[in-house]
């Protein structure tokens, strides 16, 4: 493990159930410093924009079957071969958050949450090793 960073939503008066701030992370885990390869865990609650979106020509997509939910990931330089320089994942949202967004559009989530992954210094089957290597505890 490289790095640990935890954060807190800021308070917002609009949710009647926000009684104190709800905490956030992000990991980072890295091999060989000499190689660069990290692979990285963030969470959000709410607000959260698209995450996997590269507008530059040599990126390409592809989707992934994980223990979570199945990853659409943007990666590049193109191939699935080869070391990336960055492969993202959309949002995933946690069993928590499933359950509390089924209670309706209006609730606001407390223990659920969305993970993004990333990863850098990897091939693409690589990444996909490590995240259904994946489980919730």
Known sequence: MQRVDITYDELNEEFDDMKH????????????????????????????????????????KTEIQ???????????????????DEIKTNWVSDANMNAEKAKGAGNHPVLGRYHGFSATG???????KIAQSLHPI
């Open 21 to 60: 701030q709800l905490p956030l992370y992000s990991i980072v885990y890295s091999n060989d410093p000499r190689r660069g390869a990290t692979f990285s865990i963030e969470s959000a609650r709410e607000g959260i924009g698209d995450r996997n979106i590269m507008v530059e020509e040599d990126t390409e």
């Open 66 to 84: 994980a223990p979570l939910s199945p990853m659409y990931l943007i990666y590049r330089p193109k191939g699935k071969n080869g070391r990336k």
């Open 122 to 128: 990897m091939t693409v089957a690589e990444f996909t």
